[in-house]
């Protein structure tokens, strides 16, 4: 499963590195054949990183009483607050839990009029109780009494009505949200059995409530790049829904841990994404982050592709006046793994040769 969940990020991701690779051969301009003459312009390092745009917190609703789901107050899309009713469980009652609960409230009932007549001093065990332990002792008895019949009643009422009221709190079978956001997820119907959640299982998911109104890239980026990041660096976001668009982001999060993912060493990260009021965005898009590590404008630049190297040393096959190829030692600096920066050896309007020719 997990495969197919990575299919539609990586397919981005070829695409993104495509596009790039595309449109950085032009960059350094001129090019007559296997020819580069060396211009001033700007480069631009990124860390790529694949993975998925979703709600920042998403909350999976579920109930703590088993029973069947009779009625559902919200749809899927509505938008909800906090402690909002979303949805009634109420229990499978069979004819003898009723009458069970029944027959508990008559004892509870004739338990309060013997206390009742014990405080009241009817007879000689309750004249002496109250002679030995005074008047405040039985009042607490009877009181005792009172509330466990008042609770039985409550309950017996909650069980066949769905509600009830007791000293203003309302007691019911609904289930509430427990954050606000929105309701992305709707995964049971109306009729179906839910099983509660304890700690003995977690439950049937009722809905799954997601606040995209703060929506986060969560991704991965090779080990060789995690060195390089730190919090607040810019991001560009590129969903595959809408892989001619991109949206802005912030480095927020480089975890400490890496993790292996398809035999390779990543980090996973999260990037706070900056949606316009004018997107429709869904939790679970996939994407790639370009994270940008460093840029650097006005510098001599060429393809890296007309170096070669030797051991450590990089060199380019300069012509010269006479348009004879001779070997150059160059000093290298920023690489976007297309086009590097040149910061020895050659000068602006160098014409240098592919050393493939």
Known sequence: MKKWLLLPAGLVLVWFIATEFLFNRGDTASQEGGVVTVRKGSLTRYAMAVGRVEARIEATVKAVEGGVLTNSLVQLGDWVEAGQALV???????????????????????????????????????WGMRWFQGGASLDRMLRGAQRSRQ?????????????????????????????????????????????????????????????????????????????RLEAGMAAEITLGARPNESLNGRLSEISLRARRLNQSVVFPIEIEVEVPQTWSLRSGFSAVAKIKIDAREN?????????????EQAFVLRLNQQGDPEQREVELGLSDGLTVEILNGLQEGDRIQSPQQ
Do not use: C, Y
Request: aromatic fraction near 4%.
């Open 299 to 311: 510098i001599l630049v060429i393809p890296e592709r007309m170096i070669s190297f030797r051991g």
């Open 151 to 227: 609770d039985a009643e409550a309950e017996l009422e909650r069980l066949l009505q769905g509600r009830v009221e007791v000293d203003g709190h309302k007691l019911d079978f609904l289930v509430r949200a427990p954050i606000g956001g929105q309701v992305i997820d709707v995964p049971v119907s109306v009729g179906e059995p839910i099983v509660p959640s304890s700690s003995f299982g977690s439950g049937t998911p009722l809905m799954v409530i997601a606040d995209m109104a703060r929506p986060v890239f969560r991704g991965t980026v090779e080990e060789v790049e995690v060195a």
């Open 88 to 126: 009634e469980v109420r229990p499978i009652l069979t004819d003898g839990q009723r009458l069970a609960a029944k027959r508990r409230l008559q004892a509870l009932r004739e338990a309060e009029t013997s206390v009742q007549e014990f405080q009241q001093g009817r007879n000689l065990l309750g």
